[in-house]
Structures are given as C-alpha cells and as structure tokens.
C-alpha cells in the first residue's frame, strides 16, 4: 500500500538527485542544486575497445580538432556551448580529469557550468555527412563521460537523421544508458546505439547529433572516438538493475533480524545487436552464487527490442548476523553469439547484511560529509543553496514487516569544512525525528529526541539520539527517519541511494526547514545517501571506556555470544570480566585493543540470567548489565 505511494511519488517529482520533491504538494522545477559528489556504484565500467566488432564505415577521434562541415547549434544554452577539450575540468560542481578514452587527447566537451548562473542548457553539436552503402544493419559507438543534472527524462541524447536540417526522418536514442541522475558515469563509458531502424538499407547520407537537452542545467559531457559500424549480431546491455526488500522496494544495506523480508531483484535488457537473442535471462547472484542464485523466465528479444527480466524466486537472507551479502545480476543469451561489451552486461551492488538492531540504508561505506547551510557545500567550493533557511531535515524511508520498539535514531555526523568560508558546526543544534507516513502520504510526526550539542569528538562518528517516548512502529507501515539542524550543519554520507524512476522512488530527502512544511521550491531528494539510521537496540550501545576507549557489546540479550567491539586510539590493554549476580567471577580476559578490536565472550555453559561484564584499562572501568536468554 505505501509501497504503492513511494513510486507514485518516483514518477510525479522533477528527476535530480538533489531535486525537489513534491511530497506534500507539487512546486515548480526548482533550478537549484545542492553539492552531491554521488557516484553509481551500480555500474561498472565498460572496458575501453580498440575497434569494433563490425566492420567500420566511418569514425572520428577529434585529433584535428573540430572536423570541416560539422555544425553547432541549440535553442537555450544559456552561454555554455561544445567545445574541443582535452584538459581536467574544475569548477563549483565538477573537478574531474580527461575522458580516459581510447585515442585519448582532444574530445568534444559541453561544460554547463562555465556560465553563470546555472540554468537549462540545449546545444548540440552535428556530424557532416556520413555515407552509406546500403548496410542492413547499422550502429554507432562511442566512448563518453558525464555527470548530468537535473532532468526528469533522459537528457543525453544521440539524434540520426537523413535529412542534414533534421526536419524530416529524425529519430532519437537514448545516450545517458541508466546513469542516475546526478552520478558520474563511468569513465569512459562506452555505448552502442542500433540505429538500424532510422539508418538500416540506406545508400545515401546519415547525419549524427549529439544533443544535451532541454531540462538539464549542468555539470558537464565528454565524447569522444565516435564510430558507425555494421551492427555486431549480439550486444545485450543492462540498465536500471535493482535489489530491495520485498514489500518497500528499497535495497537497504543492514536489516535487523525482526525486519528480516524477501529480497527481490530486477534488471532491464535491450538487444542492441543485430540478431534476436533467444533465451535471454538474468542470473541473480549472491555471494558468487554460494548464498542465492535465481534466474528469471527466458524469453526471445528482437533487434532494439527491450523488457524487464526478474528471477521466479527472491532470497530469504538466514537470521546470521553480520554475513555480508554481495549481489550481482548479469544478462545472457542461448544463442552462442559472442556479445559485443559483455561489460555492460552485469550489475553489481554493495554488500547488505542482517544485523541485530541497526536498519540502514546507507553502504557502511567511507564517510563523505555532506551538509546544508547558506553558504558553502562541501567537496572544497561553494553551491547554490535555499536562501530563506539554513534549517533543514534529512534522512531516509523505512518499510517495517513487524512490529517493534523503536529506541533511538543513529546519526553520523560530518566535519567541519575548511577552505576559502569555512564552516565550523562544533556546536551545532540537532536532534532527531520519526516520522510515520499516512495513507496520503504526509509526514506525521510519531516521536522527537531532545536537542544535542555537536561536540569536536563527534566529527566523522556516531551519535545516537534516544527517543523519549520509545515509540512501537507497525507492521505494514512506511516511517521516514530523520535529522534535523538548527545551525549549519555537515551530516554523514555514504552510498547512492535510489532516485526517481526506480522501481522504489526516491527514498532519500532533504527538506527546509523541516518535512513537515518546506518552504517553496526547497524540498529535494537526494542519491547521496545520509547516514541515518533507526536503532533498536534497547540498550544504549556505545561506552566510554576514556578518551581513548569506547566500546559495544551486542547482541544484548543474547542466547550465549556476546560480541565486544572495542575501539582504541592508541593501543591499550584491557581487562574483561564477567561476573553473575552475586558477585562471582566465571570469567576473564586480558585483550590487546589497538584500533578496532572485536572480542567474543560465551556464556554458554552458564544458566540464563543476568550477568555483569566489566572492562578495565587499569585506571578506569565501565560495568555493563549481560542479559542470558
């Protein structure tokens, strides 16, 4: 039911990965971007061809430039415009090298950051004639680099025509191949184009046009070693691939055990060969396909024919805490044809795991600090950003299957930024909100931590905010989680997370000044995902052993094993020591911590109850409370 909500929303809200989002009501295209150096991690980078796999009738690699009887041209492009490039890129939203393409050297580059201020760009640049000898099958490939924003539909296009003023017989093909929004391609990323059904048969001229269009305003795009060829018969290439939990649709990266659900998984395929490809699948895979492998119902694709594949079962993950899930999807064919890039046929995703109590969204990936005030972004340059508000919330969606208590929202914090205005958020006002959404899709506020104070030790680490009223979530229902600032302030992130046009929609925002009201054109969603986080750990998990030392322990209650994370700065030894509840001692460890350590204790030999564990540095020592189920 809110399943249902969450892609409605997907396809309704102008496609950017910092974009608006029009949760409780629809605003105009908000021409603002917020700095997200997200990447696709689902994408893997096409390995670089040296010729076609069919024969060759025309190409060009931009060594002399920009070639004799190409044309230039465009509607709104608002100053910026193509050019030949063969140098690094660095401006506000982008520092980026050279195209890594084959040829290497000079590329055709259209840089919608070069003019000021941001706005909708439309230019393209156009081939001579191309000549053809009545070839039945024909393509173009080319090798690219890009990172795009902010529009809806896909905006990278390749555009054929007979006709030189592109007035008549015109057809257009998608360039941007999935990348989401707002994601830098891989570099490069290598396309392939059938465009036997504007070129196929045709003795005469074809003219190609690379055309970024209307509704995306900037970052940039790099093309080179363009090539027409004679379609090779086998090309399958994926797009769109997706992993997530059964009922939300969202690929969550730890589930607690009493959230366990189905993992479902789905890719998208289009036959850019020149053959049909029968008994075309996808294989899903986890962990090799030691943990799961499903395959979906074969079926026969056309020429430039295209359709969604799924597996006929999903995966179940066992209840083991902490056994890292990899999942990969790859195409194939029966046909025993050699595929063209057979890079392009596999999609891989970061791990997710079981946990005992954390359910996140974001990978456990390395940090990347992001943020929101008035006036500088992160990643070393100022952004545009809302100018009526520095005050903000931000967070993720989160399906529950089953009823629990829900003790406290986790929340990594980001840093300080340095630079030309830098921003210090030591002191920065935050706290936490749970969020249910009702059957309109509105933000209905269940419960609030109370306000904290970020402290200098707090930069780059954990922060868990209690829930005062420990509020149950229910089974069935969608929550939103969030933090919520009242001074400039740098939240974690870590990952991408699914934008719109994904099967789950956009399951990531940031709304000023809060979900509840935003102010006008100042609600977005991003792919960046913030690391944050519901935790139901009824025990408050983090110690603090000395300036030196914290330390968890879980799972607490536990059956028998109890797992003690302990994270030193300097190497320290400890003392551990579990006693029952008349004071006796049943057992001890001396344990080197340096950095961090994991110690695992087993109390299975003892009866169930309650136990005392403590850890002593030899000047101080916490006690914490066992619980034997």
């Not at 015109?170 to 191949?177: K, L």
């Not at 029968?278 to 024919?305: D, E, K, R, W």
């Not at 100042?522 to 030196?548: A, G, I, K, W």
Request: aromatic share 10%; proline share 6%; charged share 15%.
């Amino acid at each position: 039911m809110k399943k249902i909500y969450l892609c409605a929303m997907a396809l309704s809200v102008g496609s950017f990965a910092m974009a608006q989002s029009n949760q409780q009501k629809t605003f105009s295209d908000a021409k603002l971007e917020i700095y997200n150096p997200a990447s696709d991690a689902t994408v893997k980078s096409n390995n670089i061809i040296n010729k076609a796999a069919g024969d060759t009738i025309w190409s060009e690699d931009f060594t002399g430039g920009f070639p004799a009887g190409w044309t230039k041209g465009g509607t709104t492009n608002n100053g910026a415009d193509w050019v030949i490039n063969s140098a690094a890129l660095s401006a506000p939203f982008t520092n980026t090298g050279p195209i890594l393409s084959t040829s290497g050297g000079n590329h055709m580059l259209f840089f919608g950051e070069t003019i000021n201020p941001i706005a909708d760009r439309d230019a393209y640049f156009q081939t001579a004639a191309i000549a053809l000898t009545g070839q039945a099958s024909v393509s173009v490939v080319f090798q690219q680099k890009f990172r795009l924003c902010c529009a809806a539909a896909a905006a990278l296009n390749v555009v054929v025509s007979t006709d030189p003023t592109f007035a008549t017989n015109v057809q257009t093909f998608d360039a941007r191949g999935g990348i989401a929004i707002n994601a830098m391609s891989p570099d490069p990323f290598v396309k392939h184009i059938n465009i036997s059904a504007i070129a196929g048969g045709v003795t005469g001229n074809i003219y190609l046009r690379f055309h970024w269009a209307t509704g995306a305003s900037h970052y940039f795009w790099m093309v080179d070693d363009i090539a027409v060829i004679e379609t090779p018969l086998m090309d399958l290439v994926a797009s769109n691939a997706y992993y997530g939990s059964a009922q939300g649709e969202v690929p969550y990266t730890r589930i607690p055990v009493a959230q366990n659900q189905p993992i479902n998984f789905s890719i998208e395929v289009i036959n850019q060969g020149a053959a049909t490809q029968t008994g075309t699948i996808m294989t899903a895979s986890i962990n090799g396909g030691t943990a799961f492998a499903g395959t979906s119902t074969p079926v026969a694709l056309a020429p430039a024919a295209t359709d969604s594949l799924f597996p006929t079962t999903s995966f179940t993950p066992p209840t083991t805490i902490g056994v890292p899930y990899a999942t990969s999807l790859e195409l194939s064919s029966s046909t025993g044809h050699t595929d063209f890039l057979p890079s392009d046929n596999i999609m891989t995703f970061p791990p997710f795991e079981i946990s005992q109590f954390i359910y996140a969204l974001d990978d456990f990936g390395p940090l990347q600090d992001f943020g929101a005030t008035n006036t500088i972004g992160n990643g070393g340059g100022p952004r545009p950003a809302p100018s009526t508000s520095v005050e903000f919330e931000a967070g993720n969606f989160f399906d529950v299957v089953s009823t629990q208590t829900l003790y406290a929202i986790d929340v990594v914090v980001g840093n300080s930024t340095t630079g030309a205005t830098p921003v210090n958020i030591v002191g920065a006002t935050i706290d936490a909100v749970l969020y249910e959404i009702d059957a309109q899709g509105n933000f209905v506020e269940i419960d609030r931590s109370n306000f904290y104070t970020v402290t200098s030790s707090d930069l780059r680490n954990k922060v868990r905010l209690e829930l005062p009223n420990t509020p149950s979530v229910t089974a069935g229902t969608f929550y939103f989680v969030a933090v919520h600032a009242l001074n400039p302030f740098f939240y974690g992130t870590s990952g991408a997370s699914p934008g719109n046009g994904t099967r789950s929609g956009a399951v990531s925002l940031i709304f000023y000044p809060d979900m509840t009201g935003p102010n006008t054109n100042e609600n977005f969603f991003t792919t960046q995902t913030p690391m944050v986080r519901m935790n139901f750990d009824p025990l408050n998990s983090v110690n603090e052993l000395s300036n030196n030392t914290t330390f968890s322990v879980f799972p607490n209650p536990s059956n028998d094993i109890f797992n003690i994370n302990l994270d030193a700065k300097n190497t320290e030894v400890v003392n551990l020591t579990v006693t029952n509840i008349v004071g006796q001692s049943v057992l001890s460890k001396r344990v080197t911590v340096s950095g961090q350590t994991k110690e695992t204790i087993s109390l299975a030999d003892f009866d169930k109850g309650i136990y005392f564990l403590t850890i002593d540095n030899n000047n101080e020592k916490q006690t914490v409370k066992l619980i034997v189920e």
